[in-house]
């Protein structure tokens, strides 16, 4: 990765970045915003490095329209590349103005200089200031000059607290379905089963007697609001009785696998040139498969509106709140200046889910209330059935070998749905959902293949091996049955999961080992050290344990990971008691905060490997609440030792979806070393293993 | 009006008795600690203890906690932290935090009855617990090291 952060060119203004509160703090702006995945706390660590200040004196404020710099959407694993490192070019221009006045003040050369926790001064000089004599309270009103020879200081080898913790910990009232006003308003939406239903016949139930509560109908979008939380909740539930829904579509769509719009792909990148034929005979081919999965985020979706004096504010754990200002007004058809959209903490969203649906539906009952603010809160049946799925793939994969053992031929061809169903201004239709429900219904814009390099389906399906002339097809599918969109690592979980599942099938026709077979084939000398890393942490890939590897859109973290099975036949149950993980994410900024970042999104994917999919069928929508869509839980959850392989001299990467497509292979890997049976549909339950012990 | 002891303060509270005691948490005794995420008993992030026991507090009817003593994540600790909130914070144990309140609702009844409970009696302790972040591996570091020092302080081995 070289260059600048662009946000950098779009925001060179220093102030916009940095402040020098009146005294004792510092308040840092960023476009990026809190998923849990602690970004927060890593640009308080950049920031405090670079201005010598303990962390807790930096104020990390996050996304909101108007007034921190645009970043667009917090997505991709970017924000410590992308706001991480305008942040550092920022506090570093900022440090050498300080600096420079400090030295003026104090009669001495900047060089000689140090601020520790805000004091300013020099070895043998026997005055000091601080940054808030200096720079308290006044703006910089420079432009960002940025320096790439400054070598940033190392970061702190112990754990540095999390600073969003204590409040977390303690029970306070951080997340937007905490929010609260005295003159709030609760609101309810009461939603058809599915995306295919609309409104049929509502006889509305009475208000019960002495209830203040209202229903707001507009086609088939149909809320309940009032200032009692149960009382609403109570009455959206006899609303919701009292509706009889119609089909208007069937859940079906395209299979995967028929038909297709095809773009080869050369180096993560599509072209629209004609599809090159599979011109060998492979000596293996195999199918390999993931199902519909969803983000099912720990708290339904929620937002919070306030139409007052012509203005709409609205508070939303969305992932991107320009965006979503600027859909927004198109749904709402309201100036967009009209509009500020506040990022305000929710539980992890892990992609495109529910926020940025509860956002509309939030303003349209704030626009019926005027001056009233709106809280509106999902039920778990709605975020479950409503949130944008992360596609179905199905990845199929050949190749040929040589005399020696050595992959001679390779072809990866890689069918799915959209993984890009963010609203996103500008276009035809809305992607916001309560917009399709209303009478004057927008619909959602025409799915269409993204062609940008390792977007969505073909994300991470460019092998990083050494191989002579790969054939990459990226098949996208237009017609789904379900409502999809970006779930953390978009493809990269179901091509990683093929590809190196592939790799030890090939291992074993070329009677290699999965590690040795892998290292005859990699060039980069970062993937092999991550390889050979995570097989000495674990001692050896033997036993009931297999192995997998990835870079993450082959241009991020590098991730190893083993995993270790146990298998029980008769149950056709499997559980993974164990995980190891080497990581290479350039220049370590947070060890911990990273490590979180690989272990969890190693947990996530456990889960969704083992467990996870969504059920359907062409009428209706089976998997609604967490007995309907189990997941992992705490006695199901490995342990993890991790390792970090430290490139002090390399850019920061981004690492939350380094480890999903690693660990899926990983667990499929070992469950053929533990009981010799190749499962290549996940998730790995005891049908699917049955099945391909069967096979 | 129900009358209730809730983190060892006395409430009297209007509500209605079918009321879920998480609303009345809430909205009306101003502890948002204690979060509603399902309403349907699957994900124990509303978990509070009553009279020493875990309930749900998402479905609970505040009618049947009259006189009863509740206890929610922000009274865990009396005026201080409880030890699994600590071990917990010192471990940065968490990722988005939405599912703490119940991880440590449930935890502080687990180490409350038994100090030093078994890594396996902590995972099945905490099986109803969800957390979607994938943050499971360091609350049970974190507990147990705490099991652990507990222990060794009493000479368990």
Known sequence: MSGLPSALARHPDLDQWLAVDAADTVTVATGKVEIGQGITTALALIAAHELGLDPRRVRVRTAHTGITPNEFITAGSMSVEDSGGALRQACAHARRLILARAAERLGTDAAELTIEDGRITAPGLNASTTLWEVQGGRPFEHAIETRTDEQPPAPPPDRQPRLDLPAKIAGEGVFVQDMTWPDMLHARVVRPPTWAHRLDVLDEPAVPDGQDLRVLRDGSFLAVTGADEYAVVRHAERVAAACRWRQVADLDGVPLGTESQAFPVRDGIPSIEPVPDLDFEPDLAACYTRPHLMHASLAPSAAAALWAGGKLTVWSHSQGVELLKRTLAEALDVDRRAITVIHHQGAGAYGHNGADDAALDAALCALEHPDRPVLLKYTRQQEHRWEPYGPAMRIDMAAALDDAGRIRRWSHEVWSYTHAGRPIPRQPGSQLAGAWLRDNAIDPPPAEPRLGSEVGIHRSAWPIYALPEPRVIKRFVAAGPLRTSSLRSLGAHGNVFAIESFMDELAALAGKSPVAFRLDHLDDPRARAVLEAVDDLCGGVTGPRGVALARYKNQQTWAAVVAEVEVDEARADVRVPKLWIAADAGRVVDPDGLINQLEGGAVQAASWTLKERVRFDRQDIDSEDWDSYPVLRFDEVPEIVTRLVDRPDQPSLGAGEATQGPAAAAIANAVFAACGVRVRDMPLDAEALRRAAAA | ?157
Not at chain 2, 101 to 124: C, H, K, T
Not at chain 2, 145 to 151: E, G, I, Q, V
């Open chain 2, 1 to 157: 009006m129900v009358s209730l002891i809730v983190n060892g303060a006395r409430r009297e509270i209007d509500a209605p008795t079918d009321e879920p005691l998480a609303y009345v948490l809430r909205n009306r005794l101003g502890l948002p600690g204690t979060k509603v995420a399902c309403g349907l008993e699957q994900c124990g992030a509303c978990l509070v203890t009553v009279d020493g026991e875990c309930r749900y507090a998402c479905t609970l009817p505040v009618g049947e906690c009259a006189d009863r003593s509740v206890t929610t994540v922000e009274g865990l600790g009396g005026d201080g932290l409880h030890p699994v909130q600590r071990a917990l914070l010192d471990f940065n144990a968490a990722q988005c935090g939405y599912c703490l309140s119940g991880i440590l609702v449930r935890a502080a009844a687990l180490f409350d009855a038994d100090p030093a409970p078994s890594p396996a009696q902590i995972r099945e302790a905490l099986a109803p617990q969800l957390c979607r972040c994938g943050a499971q591996p360091r609350v049970l570091r974190a507990l147990e090291t705490l099991a652990r020092d507990a222990a060794s302080q009493e000479g368990r081995p």
